[in-house]
């Protein structure tokens, strides 16, 4: 099998470009934590979503408040705060922030059988919330597959990602 040269070098940095750094290795390769000491101090936002799909009977079990572990979205939203606040305890090279905001929001679509959840949370501080965000997220549908597990194994989650972060030097971003 040969491989068109060509196309391998699309994806690889050229001599002009090169390739991003990742922050969280020093020059010899080893794994540190960020010093953020000398970043300025300015209001942080990150935006994440993500979704959980299920069966259509589920999803009615959830807007009908009927699960047998109680009030699904309610549970879900303190959990997603909850990892928020956690989120250093759970990666190993956060940063612990004093979060200033933490909310999270449910949509129930009916046409395709899911719930989606975004989470935004906010900081004043040296560094960004974007993993916070994530955690939110992702602990958020996580909790929804945990209580509704016995009438739907088969739930899915899916496409979880950052939808915008602002602050600090690299400004607003927006997916």
């Not at 759970?90 to 940063?95: S, T, Y």
């Not at 905001?101 to 960004?128: H, K, N, P, Y």
């Not at 909790?143 to 989650?157: L, Q, S, V």
Request: net charge neutral; hydrophobic share 40%; aromatic share 2%.
């Amino acid at each position: 099998m040969s491989t068109d040269s060509s196309e391998n070098s699309k994806n690889q940095p050229t001599e002009q470009q090169s390739a991003p750094q990742l922050t969280h290795f020093d020059q010899q390769g080893q794994a540190h934590m960020v010093d953020v000491g000398g970043k300025q101090v300015t209001h942080r936002v990150a935006v994440a979503t993500g979704e959980i799909r299920m069966r259509p009977e589920t999803l009615a079990i959830i807007q009908s408040g009927t699960a047998k572990k109680g009030d699904v979205l309610g549970i879900a939203r303190i959990a997603g705060i909850m990892a928020a606040k956690k989120t250093s305890d759970l990666i190993p090279l956060c940063h612990p922030l004093a979060l200033t905001r933490v909310a999270l929001d449910f949509e129930i679509r009916e046409t395709d059988s899911a719930v989606q959840c975004t989470a935004t949370v906010e900081t004043v501080g040296q560094t960004g919330v974007e993993m916070e965000a994530l955690a939110a997220v992702q602990i958020a549908l996580l909790t929804i597959y945990d209580m509704c597990k016995a009438a739907d194994r088969a739930m899915t989650i899916n496409a979880t990602k950052i939808l915008e972060k602002r602050g600090g030097k690299s400004g607003r971003w927006i997916a």
